[in-house]
């Protein structure tokens, strides 16, 4: 028995080592280091920050740099097609993609790159494919390396290059970082559907000479940023006054940036993953999900079925947070009750009245303006429709308040990162006795919404998470219409303003003026259609 389990260890050391220990082969998955080798006449220089680089004109550079090999500091590519895998293609092909990540190991990194790319887009619809601007470009910027990051603020003209297909870095690199050139391989089309095989490399470096040669005119210092990649120093080398080759070694050292250097700030994106999923998380993913589905049922029957003094402790145990900072002086003025009060909360996730209302432990009734008929029959407390009508909306929300306590998100969607989307002030008519309520939520594995997919998988997403926390803290109440200083038509918006930036304080939120249409835009191509399910 003994030597059984000295060749079951052995051998499961054996794989470990094989899949998940930097390779020694220099042809491997992960880009590794090599000899620099200067052509004539040029120059090659290394160095860790290209701090000395000081003196760029923007009028008079233009810097061209590889993507993965100057700009990201991971090594590895795949985590950004195990996010095309599993949010293009579902959970299936995003599984395929992870067994075959010992091959990847195994195989060149130009055959790695082929396998990733066929796996990923294969049959996949190019219509429908929105991973490229709406996914990525949030784990790409919290990947950037500051040393990079600056050379590119310094210089004029920019092109990006890399050898990844251009629908997966051209949103990120333009939107996010204001490159003007981007070069990538494409991948072939056939009848609105991406085949999984790229374009040969000629054509992309076909392209990246004609954007060179239409741009070096009237420039004086044309650089150069990227790896120890052979055929890339070549058509570098032919153009650049200078170029910087980095070493895996240097890569390690680099800084990522943070939030607050971002060159334009991050406000929405999409996808279910809230990991960035190298090949150990994923491996963990898959082996939460089954206990992630259980616990989720759980939960959900618990929050569903049971009373509060029951449900509460029972997700408690399961490892859901849930802390509540009431307001005493609210409790205290509870004698009244001709009407009800008038919760304006933040928009985190669906959840945000239900769970409210297991703070406040009482009943509530939550007004929406989407919500997919599963989670109307599900919710555990009343949800009434609003039809995006002001004087129909009005008479409804008038007509809750006279029968009870009510809930409303005026943003109208939701919002994943640190800011708030601009107020709808129709709360502002309806009551004299409004309370905001600041809600903030963390996940660690899954996000609890969603722009592109079905809504009525958000809450089952949410519960999925292995410790899901929400925070709710309770502000002061403010004064509606009728009560708020300066009158007037305009009145209403100066109440929604004032309720927003309150709740803002109280978050460390950022306040913006973005609408629900325009996050839809951005994220999912159209207006805000809800999938129905």
């Known amino acids: 028995m003994a030597r059984f389990f000295m060749n079951y260890f052995s051998f499961f050391f054996f794989l470990y080592r094989l899949v998940f220990k930097p390779s020694k082969n220099p042809k491997a998955f992960h880009r590794t280091a090599s000899n620099i080798h200067a052509n004539e006449g040029k120059l090659y220089h290394k160095y860790p920050s290209f701090a000395h680089r000081a003196n760029l004109s923007k009028d008079q550079t233009l810097l061209l740099f590889n993507v993965e090999d100057a700009l990201l500091k991971s090594p590895s590519l795949f985590p950004y097609f195990m996010l095309v895998a599993f949010e293009a293609g579902g959970l299936l092909r995003a599984f395929i993609l992870i067994l075959s990540y010992p091959l990847l190991r195994l195989v060149g990194e130009d055959m790695g790159l082929k396998i990733m790319v066929f796996v990923c887009f294969f049959g996949v619809k190019t219509k429908s494919f929105r991973v490229g601007s709406a996914v990525l470009p949030k784990f790409f910027l919290e990947d950037v390396a500051v040393e990079t990051l600056e050379v590119l603020k310094k210089g004029g003209k920019k092109v990006g290059f890399s050898n990844v297909p251009r629908v997966m870095i051209e949103s990120f690199l333009r939107d996010y970082l204001d490159i003007d050139f981007v070069v990538g391989r494409e991948v072939k089309v056939f009848r609105g559907y991406f085949l999984g095989v790229m374009e040969d490399k000629k054509q992309s470096n076909a392209a990246l000479e004609t954007i060179i040669g239409s741009q070096v005119l009237g420039i004086c210092d044309v650089i150069g940023i990227s790896g120890f990649k052979g055929s890339l120093q070549y058509h570098l080398s032919s153009h650049c006054k200078e170029i910087y080759l980095v070493r895996k070694a240097d890569k390690r050292s680099w800084q990522r940036i943070r939030r607050d250097e971002y060159l334009k700030p991050l406000i929405f994106h999409d996808g279910r993953l809230a990991f960035m999923p190298t090949p150990l998380a994923t491996l963990a993913m898959f082996m939460w999900l089954p206990f992630g589905i259980t616990l989720s049922i759980i939960r959900a029957i618990s929050g569903i079925l049971l009373p509060y003094r029951l449900s509460i402790p029972i997700l408690a145990y399961t490892g859901f947070q849930l802390s509540l900072s009431p307001n005493p002086s609210l409790q205290s003025s509870n004698t009244r009750k001709t009407r009800g009060r008038l919760y ?190």
């Not at 669906?350 to 599963?374: C, E, G, H, I, N």
């Not at 403010?478 to 300066?486: D, E, K, Q, T």
């Open 344 to 533: 304006v909360c933040n928009h985190k996730t669906l959840l945000d009245p239900l769970y409210l209302s297991f703070s406040l432990q009482k009943d509530l009734t939550a007004v929406t303006y989407s919500l997919s008929r599963v989670s109307e029959l599900l919710a555990p407390i009343r949800t009434v429709r609003l039809a995006r009508d002001r004087d129909q909306d009005s008479k409804m929300m008038e007509k809750m308040l006279n029968e009870g306590d009510l809930v409303v998100c005026p943003e109208g969607t939701t919002c994943r990162e640190p800011y708030l989307l601009r107020f709808s002030p129709l709360f502002a008519e309806m009551s004299d006795d409004i309370v905001p309520v600041a809600m903030d939520s963390h996940v660690s594995m899954f996000y609890g919404t969603t722009a592109g997919g079905l809504k009525c998988l958000d809450p089952l997403f949410f519960i999925m998470n292995p410790r899901p926390c929400y925070n709710v803290r309770v502000l002061d109440g403010v004064y509606g219409l009728s009560s708020f200083l300066g009158g007037g038509e305009r009145s209403r918006f100066d109440v929604a303003n004032h309720v927003q930036s309150e709740i803002g304080k109280a978050l460390g939120f950022g306040c913006t003026r973005l609408t629900r249409r325009d996050k839809y835009l951005i994220l999912a191509g159209n207006e805000g259609i809800v999938n129905k399910c």
